[in-house]
């Protein structure tokens, strides 16, 4: 009979700790790295070369790098040991980075962006399943909430800073710190996460169930398109901030808190709606984003009165991304992995489609405070969509009761 003590349950609980910590620092290498590159963005522009809009594009090559990483590593990972596919990914991330940090050229540094975009969604869908694996009975939910953790943490601390970094250094200093916090992370995740092996059941065949759930089409939509309502403010809201509310470039690391403490916000306010509705949370979210949007616009010559809703912003739209994906999770049926995967890939179609949608209505001459205004509009397309879905669900209820 095995006796466990005091001293080998303590030693357990610090080896899962860290474990999570680990993982969690590749959420906060991430989320530094995607989040940074909007505050940098006229850095970036005036090193390369090219206008503001077509430096947007940037940021929309990360995320469609996301977009066709996450379901393709989710589909040909899921039979690999996971440790080694986590080190594997965040050593691809590091690489990607310091490419960002030596290209000479805008062409080379979009295929970067690109490139680093691939590994995102696949580290979050296996590192969530890494850490539900070591989590103590009845206690997987908070392990994966810890994962997600390392990605709000980011935006209070690593966002800001390295936006700082990059203004004072040069913006290429802080890809060499997002490539150095990739490789912390695959040096942690080797020392201190136990051997995890792959999904001995999956097929591709199971996965790819996912594609014929209507729901599931119209959850991964509704992301798709009211996402991009906050990517629209978010992927310029450097300029707005010094163009539009007169402040100096040293207050755009401070709206990049504000949105970062949003979002850590959000992530508890969506726990607390998501036990009451899962749906009503998503509906109410994508409303209030939409406010909150136009509100923006309207403060933005205001200056620092301008944090206000940007804040509320990042509350609304973390509320959203949680709920979408516990949303996703209910309708995804036995493709938990790609559904996992495919959350991430549709909020980066709305990072894309934000910041190029965002960038056209600049580079028509309607200015920097238009993103919010068409960024509201995207929200309560998203809005649309999931009383679409409602309403579908309704009929395909009613149909299925006896006559």
Not at 16 to 25: C, E, H, N, R, V
Request: charged share 10%.
């Amino acid at each position: 009979m095995t006796t466990t003590t005091p001293a080998t349950a303590d030693t357990r609980t610090m080896s899962f700790t860290l474990a999570l910590l680990a993982l969690a620092m590749g959420g906060f290498a991430i989320g530094t790295t995607e989040f940074m590159a909007m505050g940098l963005l006229p850095q970036v522009a005036d090193g390369v070369d090219v206008s503001i809009p077509s430096a947007g594009h940037l940021i929309s090559a990360y995320a469609l790098g996301v977009v066709v990483g996450a379901p393709v590593l989710a589909f040909v990972g899921a039979r690999l040991p996971r440790r080694g596919l986590l080190v594997a990914l965040m050593t691809a991330y590091a690489a990607a980075n310091a490419l960002s940090a030596v290209a000479g050229s805008y062409g080379l540094l979009l295929l970067s962006r690109f490139l680093g975009g691939v590994p995102h969604g696949a580290y979050f869908g296996v590192a969530s399943l890494v850490a539900a694996s070591l989590a103590p009975r009845g206690r997987e939910g908070r392990a994966v909430a810890m994962v997600m953790i390392g990605l709000s943490v980011a935006n209070v601390v690593g966002v800001p800073a390295a936006t700082w970094m990059g203004q004072h250094l040069g913006w290429r200093s802080a890809f060499w710190v997002a490539a150095a916090l990739a490789m912390l992370t695959a040096a942690l995740v080797t020392l201190l996460i136990p051997a995890c092996p792959g999904d001995a059941d999956a097929t591709g065949r199971r996965e790819l169930r996912l594609f014929a759930e209507p729901q599931a089409w119209l959850t991964l939509l509704a992301g798709a398109i009211g996402f991009g309502g906050m990517f629209a403010l978010y992927s310029y809201i450097a300029k707005a901030v010094t163009e539009v509310g007169g402040l100096a470039d040293g207050a755009v690391p401070v709206f990049l808190l504000a949105f970062g403490l949003g979002m850590v916000a959000g992530t508890f306010v969506a726990g607390a709606l998501a036990d009451w509705s899962v749906f009503r949370s998503l509906l109410g979210s994508s409303l209030a984003m939409a406010v909150f949007l136009l509100a923006y616009a309207a403060l933005a010559p205001a200056g620092w009165w301008a944090l206000i809703p940007a804040f509320l912003v990042a509350i609304a739209s973390s509320v959203l991304v949680v709920n979408l994906q516990l949303r996703l999770m209910s309708v995804a049926g036995e493709a938990q992995t790609l559904g996992a995967a495919m959350n991430h890939s549709s909020l980066n179609v709305g990072n894309a489609f934000g910041a190029w949608i965002g960038g056209l209505v600049i580079a028509a001459g309607w200015g920097y405070r238009a993103p919010s205004v068409v960024g509201a509009g995207l929200a309560l397309a998203g809005l649309g969509v999931l009383l679409l879905s409602a309403n579908f669900a309704r009929r395909s209820a009613a149909a299925a009761e006896p006559a």
